[in-house]
């Protein structure tokens, strides 16, 4: 089945206390990215690849960082957690740029305390 | 800012109705709008999407319309269902190779 995969789906940390969120798609896509949602925010773009080893920032990186080393793989690493970065992320992916649809996972929930 | 936004915040409509939902996008650049739909504790769901060079498009029960000269987009459902009932959410594109700007959503709710 294709789809997009998160872990953890729920998290509650202090913090300071480094952690990273997996991202995972089996579709071969190029484009993958992170976003956070936030009650009447939406959801806004932290970070994107379109490709292996090519990340940029989006709308709200400060805080987080990711890599792509891998086509399939996305991580979203939080240093040094804050409250301020208690939100739902998502990570989506697409077949080659922003201009083709994004499919997103499922959601990881996170309590930084 | 340049942003997308949608007119309300909520929409309640009866089984059966036809549900209208608006979009206002800022950017006349834009080339690229998707309509997603979110259920509670899940992740945006495609719905449909258009491109700049189109006014309408068409699938299953949904509609979209785009009217570049007042920057307007909206999503049109046939015969709501209650389990249309989420969130949507319009989404902009400004070009190739930049993110998807998306607007705040609507809630949806469908009485039976």
């Known amino acids: 089945e294709a789809q997009v995969t998160q872990n953890p789906r729920y998290l509650i940390t202090v913090t300071g206390k480094k952690l990273t969120v997996t991202c995972s798609q089996n579709?071969?896509?190029?484009?993958m990215s992170w976003y956070r949602q936030d009650p009447g925010l939406g959801l806004r773009q932290i970070y994107y690849s379109m490709n292996v080893e090519v990340t940029d920032k989006g709308d709200v990186p400060e805080g987080y960082k990711v890599s792509r080393k891998e086509k399939r793989n996305f991580p979203l690493i939080l240093e040094s957690p804050s409250p301020n970065q208690t939100s739902l992320y998502f990570c989506?992916?697409?077949?080659?740029?922003?201009?083709?649809?994004?499919?997103f996972g499922p959601g990881t929930r996170l309590l930084v305390l | 800012g340049e942003s997308v936004g949608l007119h309300l915040p909520t929409l309640s409509v009866q089984e059966g109705d036809n549900s209208i939902i608006n979009c206002a996008y800022s950017n006349s650049a834009s080339d690229y709008f998707i309509w997603y739909k979110q259920e509670s504790g899940k992740g945006p769901q495609f719905i449909i999407d258009?491109?700049?060079?189109?006014d309408k498009r068409q699938g299953q029960r949904v509609t979209v319309l785009l009217n570049k000269t007042v920057k307007h987009l909206s999503l049109q459902i046939a015969a709501t269902q209650p389990g249309d009932s989420a969130v949507y959410f319009c989404a902009e594109n400004k070009q190739a190779g930049t993110a998807l700007i998306f607007g705040k959503g609507t809630t949806l709710s469908v009485s039976s």
């Open positions: 579709m071969n896509h190029e484009y």
């Open positions: 989506a992916s697409s077949p080659r740029d922003t201009g083709e649809t994004q499919y």
């Open positions: 258009i491109r700049s060079n189109m």
